[in-house]
Nanobody, 115 residues
């Protein structure tokens, strides 16, 4: 039973910061790549950031320099630090992991950035 539970979303003003957390269970967390996606109303779900099991990170161009993904294997948790937030960042943010070809999603956490 793979489970991902996001937390940390909320309402923040433009220019502010927020840190999202995703706690995983049911997997040997340390051996898996972890990913953050987001989905704005009426839009597709897009990859925001990923962190490899070995620690290498990658980001969507839209968030480079503003967001940072990290992981704490001892806590089986992946984080997304979001700085300099823009209204365009408003979306539901989802944690994701691919386990032997099967994808698992968290329930999502809402991030709203006001002007």
């Amino acid at each position: 039973q793979v489970q991902l539970v996001e937390s940390g979303g909320g309402l923040v003003q433009a220019g502010g910061s927020l840190r999202l957390s995703c706690a995983a269970s049911g997997i040997i967390f340390s051996i898996f790549d972890m990913e953050w996606y987001r989905q704005a109303p009426g839009k597709q779900r897009d990859l925001v950031a990923l962190i490899r099991a070995i620690g290498i990170t990658n980001y969507a161009d839209s968030v480079k320099g503003r967001f940072a993904i990290s992981r704490d294997n001892a806590k089986s948790t992946v984080y997304l630090q979001m700085n300099s937030l823009k209204p365009e960042d408003t979306a539901v943010y989802y944690c994701f992991v691919n386990v032997r070809g099967t994808g698992y999603w968290g329930q999502g956490t809402q991030v709203t950035v006001s002007s």
